[in-house]
């Protein structure tokens, strides 16, 4: 059964750099048919997905952050990363990361069939 834990910083100063690790347990991130989201939700937005990576390392990014956001993998520890540049406190919220089944993607849970438990991060101002 796949498991995914994030973890990193749950404090971030205004303008610096919001970095989060997705550990996978149960799965290889490397693995046919799957990618590897980022999700984020707050009050004032709701949820909002943020891009993802693909088996293959491919990435896919949410047009209004492709100029701050980077998602990268460490295949060898099975984890991948979210890194957020220039964070305003307006981004803080609770940081989801998810599995993502290809096939399924038309479906009602987006293909997102597992998700961590979220980290909460503070932007503070």
């Known amino acids: 059964q796949v498991q995914l834990q994030e973890s990193g910083p749950g404090l971030v100063n205004t303008s610096q750099t919001l970095s989060l690790t997705c550990s996978v347990s149960g799965d290889s991130i490397t693995s046919n048919y799957f990618y590897w989201a980022w999700i984020r939700q707050s009050p004032g937005k709701g949820l909002e997905w943020l891009g993802a990576i693909g088996y293959s390392g491919r990435t896919y990014y949410s047009p209004s952050l492709k100029n701050r956001i980077s998602i990268s993998r460490e295949t060898a520890k099975n984890r991948f990363t979210l890194q957020l540049t220039s964070v305003t406190p307006e981004e803080t919220a609770v940081y989801y990361c998810?599995?993502?089944?290809?096939?399924?993607?038309?479906?009602?849970?987006?293909?997102?069939?597992?998700w961590g438990q979220g980290t909460q991060v503070t932007v503070s101002s």
């Open positions: 998810a599995r993502v089944n290809d096939a399924k993607v038309s479906g009602p849970s987006g293909g997102m069939d597992s």
